[in-house]
């Protein structure tokens, strides 16, 4: 809650200007039965007056008072409505920007903690309650201390008596209502975090509807989403069973208080201990009274809703994220990636090799040996130990601010990434003022202009959901083209021809040759392929998180490890 109020002092103007608006507001409010009041006792004397002209004169200002009231209530309620709004809207904006900009700076490793699903509830339904807490809780407050206060004072001023009989039961109400919120505190966490599980099952359902469908799994993850739905459900009609039972008891408090006050009132009016006027704005006041006491229920909710999101937001904004960017070192250009003795907790086991510019290094070994582990660590995707990943030789990565370091990578991840958006935009993503030429230029590289030719709109053709969905192997090699484009220093390609035919291997790998041969950049690639690699200047097999064997790809081959026997295996028809 600090963070909300922090927040709330820095715009103090506004909250300032609608609290003294919502202020003036109550005073308004308690005034107006006073004038009730004195209409009714005027109203009242009126056989008794000699002076009728002098009479009608005073009932008329009574009226333009109590016109003036109201006026003065609507224009006030409007101010303070738009100055809270405003400020939490605000906020709102403000709290939505941290958490995208956290979720940005977090590392893959970093949001596998977290569901997606419930990350999107977190940013869209959390910040919704904070809001609502801003704009009603601070109204309720007010009204709570300023209204209830001023409206019990003003009718003790009216009569003490009067006043000590008929709150009693009203104190009773605010009771119940103080145990209910703290119930209600309790069950709106519960709620908010059921409500992040079931996006999150919408979002699980709705990728993974493909095998859902073909596995005939339909009823087993509509009985999931049905289980908590169910509690969802059954948590909300708990919460909304006891809230909407305050109202009706309100009702049945003010009736009694009321029947006290007649009963009680009218026998002091009676005796003349009371005018007729001054029970009417007594009665008026306890109408009025009983919604502050109502409300601090509806605070407890918005308070109790409010808490729970900022504490499931503050998971966010206070997650230490792994890759901490305290590096300072920019570097203009990359020579060398230089590993020694990486190791971690999940699979490398002691990797050490350099790879130079200009230079081509492939990395080869059987599935889980931790090849896309390795390469994720280099444009640090993912944090290295101090002193086990250098560039230009002796400058940790860790010291390199991670855009400065990363700016020199063009990256092909192994599953292949589009965003919605044409078939241009995705592959001139990193540099969004490339020509169609050049666009050209990169996916001929990538040979995907071909099936490019074939989409309906060629380069402007949308993918992504809302578009044609391509094969993967286009995808594969869109996303080939996009680092072809982007013509960085670093060239890693994590298993680029996983999901082409040996036709197109061969022309990317012909247009690879060229394009390392003319840009000379520091290339590496993870491949199964020994054709994708066989032309590197060394080779690194792994396996089990270790460097099986290393060598150029000739010495390997010669060798008779696996290197060899992938090679007479894959080449078999070649070699022979
Ligand atoms: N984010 C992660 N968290 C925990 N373990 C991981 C993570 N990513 C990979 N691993 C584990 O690390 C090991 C190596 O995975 P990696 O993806 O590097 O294999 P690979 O050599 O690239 O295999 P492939 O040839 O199939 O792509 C695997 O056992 C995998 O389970
Ligand atoms: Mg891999």
Not at 37 to 44: F, M, Q
Not at 297 to 305: L, R
Not at 474 to 501: T, Y
Not at 548 to 559: D, I, M, S
Request: charged fraction near 20%; hydrophobic fraction near 45%.
């Amino acid at each position: 809650m600090r963070r909300i109020f922090d927040y709330l002092k820095k715009h103090w103007v506004y909250v300032l200007i609608a609290f003294l608006s919502l202020v003036v507001v109550d005073v308004l409010q308690i005034i107006y039965p006073k004038y009730v009041g004195r209409s009714i006792n005027l109203i009242k004397s009126l056989p008794q007056v000699s002076d009728k002209g002098e009479w009608l004169h005073t009932l008329w200002v009574y009226g333009a008072i109590m016109v003036g009231l109201y006026l003065g209530v609507a224009l006030f309620r409007l101010i303070y409505r738009w100055f809270l709004r405003t400020v939490a809207v605000k906020y709102d904006h403000e709290l939505r920007m941290a958490v995208l900009y956290k979720y940005l700076s977090m590392s893959e490793r970093d949001l596998q903690k977290f569901d997606i699903g419930d990350l999107m509830s977190r940013l869209i339904r959390d910040t919704r309650s904070i809001r609502r807490f801003i704009m009603m809780g601070t109204i309720i407050m007010v009204d709570l201390i300023v209204l209830g206060g001023l409206t019990i004072t003003t009718m003790f001023s009216l009569s003490p008596y009067l006043t000590l009989v008929s709150v009693p039961p009203m104190i009773i109400l605010t009771l119940f209502v103080l145990w209910a919120g703290s119930y209600m505190r309790k069950k709106f966490k519960v709620m908010l975090d059921l409500f992040g599980e079931m996006t999150e099952r919408v979002r699980e359902t709705a990728v993974g509807i493909k095998v859902i469908k073909t596995f005939v799994r339909e009823n087993y993850f509509m009985r999931l989403f049905e289980d908590i739905n169910d509690r969802y459900i059954a948590t909300g009609v708990r919460l909304f069973t006891l809230q909407s039972s305050f109202w009706p008891m309100a009702s049945v408090v003010v009736g009694i208080s009321l029947v006290i006050v007649l009963w009680v009132g009218g026998d002091m009016v009676m005796k003349g201990q009371m005018s007729i006027g001054t029970l009417v704005s007594f009665m008026m006041y306890i109408n009025m009274i009983a919604w502050p006491m109502l409300s601090i229920g509806m605070f407890i909710t918005v308070y109790s809703m409010a808490r729970s999101a900022i504490t499931r937001l503050e998971e966010i904004l206070t997650y230490e994220v792994e890759v901490k960017d305290t590096g300072t070192r920019e570097i203009d250009r990359v020579d060398s990636i230089v590993v020694k003795d990486l190791r971690d907790d999940i699979i490398l086991d002691g990797i050490s090799f350099s790879v130079r510019k200009g230079e081509v290094l492939g990395i080869t070994g059987p599935p889980g040996s931790g090849k896309t582990v390795l390469v994720k660590y280099l444009p640090r995707l993912w944090e290295p130990g101090r002193g086990m990943v250098f560039v230009n030789d002796t400058i940790d990565v860790l010291d390199v601010k991670t855009t400065s370091l990363r700016s020199h990578f063009a990256y092909v991840p192994q599953d292949p990434i589009l965003f919605a958006g044409t078939v241009a935009d995705n592959i001139a993503f990193a540099v969004p003022d490339a020509t169609r030429e050049e666009i050209i230029w990169a996916a001929k590289m990538a040979c995907v202009w071909d099936d490019i030719q074939s989409f309906p709109d060629g380069l402007d053709t949308i993918v992504g959901e809302r578009g044609i969905t391509l094969s993967g192997g286009q995808r594969q090699r869109i996303s080939i083209a996009r680092a072809f484009l982007a013509k960085k220093e670093i060239l890693i390609l994590d298993d680029p021809l996983s999901a082409v035919d040996t036709h197109t291997e061969r022309c990317i790998v012909a247009n690879l040759k060229e394009y390392v041969k003319e840009y000379k950049p520091l290339t590496i690639i993870v491949s199964h392929r020994v054709p994708a690699i066989h032309w590197a200047d060394y080779i690194l097999v792994m396996d089990k998180g270790r460097i099986l064997e290393e060598g150029t790809p000739e010495e390997l081959r010669q060798g008779d490890g696996l290197y060899s026997r992938l090679y007479a295996y894959q080449m078999g028809g070649d070699a022979l």
